[in-house]
């Protein structure tokens, strides 16, 4: 008799057993699920770079840092084979307060008596090399925007007073005045008539990292500006840009060549121009081919460009490069051949001198 009710019990514990571990497996289910969700995540960003504090303290870094300019900064990122980035002109002009150390599990960055003009982002990746090949490990890279404030020196110091900036109508372009301050209140102003360029949020937008973006570059936005920041004193000008417009077709150089005469006699000073009319900022290398090239024949070549104005604000850059001979023999009668290239191809073009 008393054995009777446990019996009776019996199947309902199991029933109840059975549905509390359900539920137990069911509901962790979905976390689990968002947990591999945000490993993932995190896997495709994950961070690798953390300031050091002081007594031993790190920290992770977010997007943005300010720091008051004077103050020194070490940074570290985990990884045996590391490659950092900064602002350029620290490698410029190789600067002494800049260190970089590689340690057996962590690559560490040291900037001392940092500087206004030290604003800027700082980067690092791990690096993934076979024999000599290596290449940017995307899952683990670090990176954050450093702005050194300094009421001095609200716009970051530049080596020049003054910028060209060229407009392509097909991209982007950026008017570089950067603060140092991120919550300094910007403007933009025209020279010449003096005016103030209104910033409409969408062609043109301010970005504290990077200075004014013109997203669609026109023959108007040509001139000359300068920018203005205000932050809790006097207000401080940028130094002056020169924004010109540009207008070349993109491609392959377009190549000219032409001699001095088709027709040379002996001993006889002959030139060969080759001519590329290009887009202001690509340059333009230059290759020749001449008769008395395998025999070793002297001549001299010289390479220049300039920039030039063709009809109403639009602006071209013309290289050249010009080949010399200057006592004509034999051996110099043939084809001269220029080859010209950039970054989308290159361009061959001849001509021939006869004795």
């Not at 309902?12 to 289910?29: T, W």
């Not at 969700?37 to 690798?48: F, G, H, V």
């Not at 007073?161 to 025209?190: G, Q």
Request: aromatic share 8%; hydrophobic share 30%; proline share 6%.
């Amino acid at each position: 008799v008393i054995g009777q009710p446990a019996k009776s019990k019996r199947p309902k514990e199991p029933g109840e057993n059975k549905i509390k571990p359900i539920n137990k497996k069911v509901k962790p289910k979905t976390p689990r699920m968002k947990e591999r969700e945000s490993a993932d995540s995190s896997l495709k960003s994950q961070s690798i770079l953390t300031q050091v504090m002081d007594k031993g303290h790190f920290q992770k870094l977010a997007a943005t840092l300010s720091l008051a300019a004077g103050q020194s900064i070490e940074l570290r990122c985990k990884g045996s084979n590391v490659t950092w980035n900064y602002p350029s002109y620290l490698d410029t002009f190789k600067d002494s307060r800049l260190s970089i150390k590689q340690l057996d599990r962590y690559s560490q960055l040291i900037l001392a008596n940092s500087t206004a003009a030290d604003t800027g982002e700082y980067s690092c990746w791990l690096q993934l090399c076979n024999g000599n090949k290596c290449r940017k490990d995307e899952t683990k890279t670090g990176s954050t925007y450093i702005f050194f404030t300094d009421k001095e020196e609200l716009f970051v110091p530049t080596p020049s007073y003054f910028e060209i900036v060229y407009l392509n109508p097909d991209k982007p372009a950026v008017i570089p005045c950067r603060v140092t301050t991120p919550s300094a209140k910007v403007t933009l102003h025209r020279e010449f008539p003096a005016e103030e360029i209104e910033i409409d949020g969408t062609d043109i937008i301010y970005d504290a990292k990077k200075g004014f973006v013109f997203q669609h570059p026109t023959p108007d936005h040509k001139g000359i500006v300068y920018c203005k920041a205000e932050s809790q004193g006097a207000p401080q000008i940028s130094i002056k840009y020169h924004l010109l417009y540009v207008e070349v077709p993109k491609g392959p150089p377009s190549t000219t060549i032409a001699v001095s005469s088709s027709r040379a006699g002996l001993s006889d000073r002959v030139h060969v121009v080759c001519t590329v009319l290009g887009e202001p900022d690509v340059d333009v290398n230059f290759r020749w081919q001449y008769p008395g090239q395998e025999s070793e024949r002297p001549v001299i070549i010289q390479n220049f460009w300039r920039l030039i104005n063709r009809g109403i604000g639009h602006t071209t850059r013309i290289s050249k490069s010009v080949l010399l001979v200057e006592d004509f023999e034999d051996i110099d009668a043939g084809n001269y051949v220029c080859i010209a290239q950039n970054l989308q191809g290159e361009t061959t073009v001849a001509t021939e001198v006869e004795l």
